[in-house]
């Protein structure tokens, strides 16, 4: 309201003053007026300019600092959060699997005839397979496979302990001799365990294997009926998963060294 006046009283003045622009031609009270006029909105620019100024905070290395040990504890926070809830997962799914019902101790001998016991693996992946020396056509097929995952293995995580294991379900054929003979045939990394029958029925129940001598021909020629399946065991000799038929060597391959990252993160590894 006091511009509107200030502004109609000075076009009055103006309008009664000569046209000349210079100071001095204008009356007394017109220069007041005008001086008044620009010293206050020169004041209020200067407030305006001295806000902004103010409002822009430098960032120093201190508040910098700060901030990055804060967001570290966060995330760290974060992660420690992600790790225990991936480790119920493990736990779960571990129990799931039937970690109690499936596998445990076994007392037999190997191929090279020295007694190996469950625990003499401790440490170590292994790869376990049941079958018999006599097959015609699967077990040789799945030992194959099982070599093939050996080289995979020795090719992509050499420092992985892993022991491969074959164990016969036909003790009264398949002695160390014959196992040793058979092993052979596939790699020379597989160890062969076989043993007497109350030894091997056993093992395999405790792997939930089933198996069972077919009738005997003329030559007293068998077969036995048996579960395909490869087992995988922790160093801490625990089962922790297994792989059918329809499983590729690769796919065996990528998934014990999935495994043995998860077993490392569970014992302390690193986050990352």
């Not at 508040?63 to 760290?76: K, N, P, Q």
Request: aromatic share 12%; with cysteine; hydrophobic share 35%.
């Amino acid at each position: 309201m006091l511009s509107k006046i200030v502004s109609r009283s000075f076009s009055r003045l103006l309008a009664s003053a000569t046209c000349s622009s210079h100071k001095s031609l204008l009356r007394p009270e017109v220069v007041r007026i005008v001086e008044s006029e620009t010293a206050f909105y020169e004041c209020r620019r200067f407030q305006s300019t001295d806000k902004s100024r103010k409002s822009k905070v430098p960032i120093t290395w201190k508040s910098l600092g700060y901030t990055c040990a804060v967001g570290g504890i966060i995330m760290g926070w974060m992660l420690y959060v992600k790790r225990e809830k991936r480790l119920v997962i493990e736990k779960e799914r571990k129990r799931a699997l039937g970690k109690a019902s499936i596998g445990g101790r076994f007392d037999l001998i190997d191929h090279n005839n020295q007694p190996k016991k469950s625990e003499d693996f401790f440490g170590k992946w292994l790869l376990i397979y049941f079958g018999f020396t006599h097959c015609p056509d699967i077990c040789p097929d799945e030992l194959e496979k099982l070599g093939k995952v050996i080289d995979i293995l020795g090719e992509q995580a050499k420092d992985l302990p892993f022991q491969p294991l074959f164990i016969s379900v036909d003790p009264d054929r398949d002695d160390v001799k014959a196992v040793a003979a058979y092993v052979k045939e596939f790699h020379p990394k597989i160890l062969g365990l076989t043993g007497p029958k109350d030894q091997v029925e056993k093992a395999s129940r405790s792997f939930r294997v089933y198996f069972s001598a077919g009738p005997r021909d003329e030559e007293q020629d068998y077969i036995v009926d048996h579960t395909v399946i490869m087992y995988l065991v922790d160093p801490d000799g625990e089962f922790v998963d297994y792989y059918g038929q329809n499983r590729t060597a690769k796919q065996i391959a990528t998934a014990i060294q999935m495994q043995d990252a998860k077993y490392k993160k569970a014992k302390g590894g690193s986050w990352f």
